[in-house]
């Protein structure tokens, strides 16, 4: 079983849609997060949620909305997307400060 | 705020040899978490090694070690007996004591060559 597991791996959209990118973890963690890598493969946290609730929102434009329905989960919605959009988009969870756990990441493409 | 800086964007080695990433950091924090994390071409992180900052013995995990000089805020990586499957980018984080976000530096691509 995967333990964070996020959905599509792949994403080609033009610009202006919305998209949305799913993250899902069976390690029972208590929080989640979405992490950035640009295209140097910097990887920066954008947002962190502890049980559905928001604790981290790193300067992200306001187009870019996660959702935690449940602590299981966090979703990350995107709307107006712009080419600058282009990146690996990474769902993590962890438990304290033991470690975090990856998802495989979602390159996302804007055209 | 803290930082995470990896001066040596690209190193190779060759097989079989040892290699030395190096990361430095800023922090104000006295007990914090450091990382290490592997980023093969699958994309995929994989941690590598832990070190707790109030721990003054160095992390080991087989051939992965870490030289933690808290004095100097240095916390560098080094990989034994090289092998074509450590080849990736690397990259060294620094975690608050309470848990919460990784801060990562830039990361050094690591060739293995036959």
């Known amino acids: 079983d995967t333990a964070v597991s996020q959905t599509p791996k792949y994403l080609v959209t033009q610009m202006g849609n919305d998209k949305s990118i799913k993250c899902e973890q069976n390690l029972g963690h208590d929080t989640m997060y979405w992490y950035k890598q640009d295209s140097k493969k910097f990887l920066k946290i954008m947002f962190s949620?502890?049980?559905?609730?928001?604790?981290i929102n790193e300067t992200v434009p306001n187009r870019f909305s996660p959702k935690s329905p449940d602590k299981a989960h966090l979703n990350l919605h995107i709307n107006s997307l712009e080419l600058g959009d282009s990146a690996v988009y990474f769902c993590?969870?962890?438990?304290?400060?033991?470690?975090?756990?990856f998802g495989q990441g979602t390159r996302l493409t804007v055209v | 705020a803290q930082t995470v800086t990896q001066s040596q964007p690209e190193m190779s080695v060759q097989e079989a040899e040892t290699v030395t990433l190096s990361c430095t950091y800023d922090t104000s924090e006295n007990n914090y978490y450091l990382f290490w994390y592997k980023q093969p071409p699958s994309r995929q992180m994989i941690l590598v090694i832990r070190?707790?900052?109030?721990?003054?013995q160095n992390a080991t995990e087989n051939r992965f070690s870490v030289n933690f000089q808290k004095a100097a805020k240095s916390f560098s990586l080094k990989i034994s007996d090289s092998q074509l499957g450590d080849t990736a980018m690397y990259f060294c984080?620094?975690?608050?004591?309470?848990?919460?976000?990784?801060?990562f530096g830039q990361g050094t691509e690591l060739s293995v060559k036959p």
């Open positions: 070190q707790e900052a109030y721990k003054q």
């Open positions: 984080a620094f975690m608050g004591y309470q848990g919460g976000k990784l801060i």
């Open positions: 993590a969870s962890s438990q304290g400060a033991i470690e975090a756990f």
């Open positions: 949620y502890n049980n559905k609730e928001l604790i």
